[in-house]
T-cell receptor, first 114, second 111 residues
Framework: KAGVTQTPRYLIKTRGQQVTLSCSPISGHRSVSWYQQTPGQGLQFLFEYFSETQRNKGNFPGRFSGRQFSNSRSEMNVSTLELGDSALYLC?????????????FGPGTRLLVL | GQQVMQIPQYQHVQEGEDFTTYCNSSTTLSNIQWYKQRPGGHPVFLIQLVKSGEVKKQKRLTFQFGEAKKNSSLHITATQTTDVGTYFCADTRGSQGNLIFGKGTKLSVKP
């Protein structure tokens, strides 16, 4: 089975711009979660989508949004970028049951905001 | 909100020495998952602990869940250079896809 894929892998933007990141989960997985990883704050949960619905949301401002498509692929969008948004953005997919399961992480998108 | 504290932040060991990282919470944890992230890589799932007092082993790695489900530990016996990386614990908060991570323990191993 192919793993979780994320595109693009690297991105450079300037303050005020917006960015869209994409995540394709493992085939058959319906849950996709997004995390932000920074040296200072560590790994922080952004949101989770399951069957095209946002099921959980972390404590991030409304500039951070996401969606999931019928094929379970997910995108996250960050509008009006700030310097502090520079981070590694990881998505993770998990299995088809509703129980708590292993999260399979993708390689991440490294975003640099100048 | 609920926080998961992980100590130590860094650990430097000589190859062959043991290593332990601890995960603590002031509130009862749901389930604990452990992940390893190699330098430049992404977190990779190691194990999940569910039951109070649970102990699981994977070769040289031993994982424990406290009796009160407020702490957990990962112990590596006789470290090797391949063990280098950051080890994270994460509370599942009873909800799939929403992990509360500790800050991680970065392990370096000197050959």
């Amino acid at each position: 089975k192919a793993g979780v894929t994320q595109t693009p892998r690297y991105l450079i933007k300037t303050r005020g711009q917006q960015v869209t990141l994409s995540c394709s989960p493992i085939s058959g997985h319906r849950s996709v979660s997004w995390y932000q990883q920074t040296p200072g704050q560590g790994l922080q949960f952004l949101f989770e989508y399951f069957s095209e619905t946002q099921r959980n949301k972390g404590n991030f401002p409304g500039r951070f949004s996401g969606r999931q498509f019928s094929n379970s692929r997910s995108e996250m969008n960050v509008s009006t970028l700030e310097l502090g948004d520079s981070a590694l953005y990881l998505c993770a997919s998990s299995g088809i049951s509703v129980a708590v399961e292993t999260q399979y992480f993708g390689p991440g998108t490294r975003l640099l905001v100048l | 909100g609920q926080q998961v504290m992980q100590i130590p932040q860094y650990q430097h060991v000589q190859e062959g020495e043991d290593f332990t990282t601890y995960c603590n919470s002031s509130t009862t944890l749901s389930n604990i998952q452990w992940y390893k992230q190699r330098p430049g890589g992404h977190p990779v799932f190691l194990i999940q602990l569910v039951k109070s007092g649970e102990v699981k082993k994977q070769k040289r790695l031993t994982f424990q869940f406290g009796e009160a489900k407020k702490n957990s530990s990962l112990h590596i016996t006789a470290t090797q250079t391949t063990d280098v990386g950051t080890y994270f614990c994460a509370d599942t908060r009873g909800s799939q896809g929403n992990l509360i991570f500790g800050k991680g323990t970065k392990l370096s191993v000197k050959p």
